[in-house]
């Protein structure tokens, strides 16, 4: 197959969903051959000269092939595994290289939800082309949506849309794993964050944690933040709030106990920091829920 496209009607529960599809498709680029190909509709075809503006956003993953993508923020490189990310509104234009043509697979949506998850600092208009490498989770999606497109059975917006979501969350995943990959501290926070589930209860001191392990405690906090996206203290707060709320759920022990067996100083305290952080206290938690 060298090419395949599907421009996509939407009706208006796909579009209060938050997340519809307006195209999806997969072309192989041969070398020395126009691009892009004349077939597209005229709203998303484009000379290279005038360059084009969509109305919604796109994720083109190249998996063979190089190229060139352009737009406001300056020219950047395209190289198998990259993905480009294409904003609503903003002028761009791409292309393969004439020597080497490409591969590309993409998907076109947009909607409120889509709005609020491209604001993620991931996806920048001045940083538009994500290396992600040759991922088969990646290739997936495409190939998932791909299907979905083709057969348009009952739901299949919704469905592709949460395909779209997984893919988002797949790129910001490769994303946060560079700055650990064959680190040591990547090892270091694993073993830490082990050793907070299965004793959630027991205070730690987190500088004498890192210090075991040889590693300064700004630095620690610094990637451990940057590697789970709350700080060392917080998660651990974390893990006690979720066993405080099992035992609620599970036991009839009362709140004192929890609050004791979870290693809070006080009641009061342990129901000051549950409410802020379930918004409600644990006595109306408990009365909610059973």
């Known amino acids: 197959m060298n090419e395949y496209f ?14 519809y599809l307006k195209v999806a498709g997969y072309a192989r680029i041969k070398a020395n051959t126009h691009y892009p190909t004349k077939e597209h509709p005229s709203e998303y075809y484009f ?11 796109q994720l083109n993953y190249i998996t063979e092939g190089t190229g060139i ?25 791409y292309r393969p290289l004439k020597k080497t043509g490409w591969v590309e697979n993409y998907v076109g949506f947009n909607g409120s939800v889509a709005s609020h998850l491209l604001k993620h600092p991931t996806f920048s208009v001045r940083q538009p082309v994500i290396q992600c490498g040759i991922r088969e989770d990646i290739i997936d999606s495409y190939l998932k949506i791909f299907d979905l497109i083709e057969k348009e ?8 849309s949460g395909m779209v979501v997984k893919l988002l969350g797949y790129i910001i995943s490769i994303e946060k794993r560079k700055g650990f990959s064959g680190k040591q501290i990547s090892k270091v926070i694993e073993e830490v964050r082990f050793l ?6 027991q205070e730690f001191d987190l500088e004498e944690l890192a210090c075991r392990h040889n590693v300064g405690y700004s630095y620690f906090r610094k990637m451990f933040k940057k590697y789970t996206g709350v700080s060392p203290g917080q998660y651990h707060l974390q893990l006690r709030i979720i066993r405080a709320k099992e035992l609620l759920i599970s036991t009839d022990k009362s709140i004192k106990e929890i609050s004791l067996e979870l290693g809070f100083q006080t009641i009061h305290y342990f129901s000051l ?11 109306e938690f408990r009365k909610r829920v059973n």
Request: glycine fraction near 8%; avoid cysteine; charge should be positive.
């Open 273 to 283: 920091i549950f409410k802020k952080k379930v918004g409600m206290n644990p006595s």
């Open 6 to 19: 599907k421009y996509l009607t939407t009706s208006e529960e796909d579009i209060n969903w938050g997340l």
């Open 153 to 160: 059975h009952p739901g299949y917006q919704q469905i592709a």
């Open 196 to 201: 907070m589930r299965q004793n959630a209860a």
């Open 47 to 57: 000379e290279w000269k005038n360059g084009r503006v969509l109305h919604e956003f």
């Open 69 to 93: 993508f352009e737009n406001s923020a300056g020219k950047f490189q395209v190289k198998p595994g990259s993905l480009l990310v294409i904003f609503p509104d903003e002028w761009h234009r």
